[in-house]
């Protein structure tokens, strides 16, 4: 059974960072990563991806602020957001994809970006 497990989040200010974290109790060095978010009353959506190669990909939304990376074993993987805005407010996930594998979703981690 493939689990993820997302951490860092947390309450932070605008203007303000946060770095996120996601174990993966499997090597995915072979697939495409990438971190999710939800916010209240939307539906999912990609955030970031990373492929095996380190190529990288972003949504308009956050590109230039947030930093995608994954760990030498493959199976950790980061994301650095700076310059935080109150819309980057959510539930961030981590997952294999796009598209995600619906049965490797975890718990998730909060972001709050609030003054």
């Known amino acids: 059974q493939v689990q993820f497990v997302e951490s860092g989040g947390g309450l932070v200010q605008p203007g303000g960072s946060l770095r996120l974290s996601c174990a993966a109790s499997?090597?995915?060095?072979?697939?495409?990563m990438g971190w999710y978010r939800q916010a209240p009353g939307k539906q999912r959506e990609l955030v970031a991806r990373?492929?095996?190669?380190?190529?990288?990909y972003y949504v308009d939304a956050v590109k230039g602020r947030f930093t995608i990376s994954r760990g030498s074993a493959k199976n950790t993987m980061w994301l650095q957001m700076n310059s935080l805005k109150p819309e980057d407010t959510a539930v961030y996930y981590c997952?294999?994809?796009?598209?995600?594998?619906?049965?490797?979703w975890g718990q998730g981690t909060q972001v709050t970006v609030s003054s």
């Open positions: 997952n294999v994809g796009p598209p995600p594998v619906s049965a490797y």
């Open positions: 499997a090597l995915f060095s072979i697939y495409i």
């Open positions: 990373i492929e095996s190669n380190g190529a990288t």
